[in-house]
């Protein structure tokens, strides 16, 4: 039971994407960011704001390359990426592992340099964990107002106290 409940836990827990530490994980051989777009970058559906912006801006200045990874639609993705200019795959169907796989090939990395930064367990960092990427769960930008994210909250809340237990007792 405890390695299944592991696979859902991610490496880090943050409040916030920009709180991340880039230089640093940047120092430790990391060269590539894959993120999730909605309630890990900006709210949902919301277009790439000023942090954002900046965001992609500082890691091509450390020398991250980096792609987002969505389930959304081409359009949706596009008009995110339109202020911040980086690689995308958009209906990505995760947690399909073929997604994360070609993400990794545009970036020019792989698992062991790879980063995925996501606001969901079941599909950001389960996936992530599976195929062998470092993890950075991350807050929820935003309240999804959807009867199926409220449901997916309330799923998650058991798999996070138990990360929280385990993180508090090393």
Do not use: W
Not at 6 to 11: A, R, S, T, Y
Not at 65 to 90: A, D, G, P, W
């Amino acid at each position: 039971m405890k390695i299944m409940f592991e696979k859902f836990f991610p490496d880090e827990y943050l409040g916030s994407t920009y709180k991340i530490p880039f230089e640093k994980l940047y120092e430790q051989g990391y060269r590539g960011v894959i993120f999730d777009i909605d309630n890990t970058l900006v709210p949902h559906g919301a277009p790439a704001d000023e942090r954002a912006k900046r965001l992609f801006q500082r890691l091509r200045e450390i020398g991250f390359e980096s792609c987002l990874l969505s389930n959304n639609q081409k359009k949706r993705v596009e008009m995110f990426n339109q202020e911040i200019q980086t690689h995308y795959i958009y209906n990505a169907l995760k947690p399909a592992r073929k997604n994360y796989l070609h993400a990794m090939e545009i970036m020019g990395t792989d698992q062991a340099n790879t980063l995925f930064v996501g606001d969901q367990l079941f599909t950001d960092i389960l996936c992530g964990n599976l195929y062998g990427i470092k993890t950075l769960l991350v807050s929820p930008r935003h309240k999804e107002k959807s009867f199926i994210f409220k449901i997916k909250r309330v799923l998650e809340k058991p798999f996070l106290k138990k990360y929280q237990k385990m993180k508090e007792s090393k």
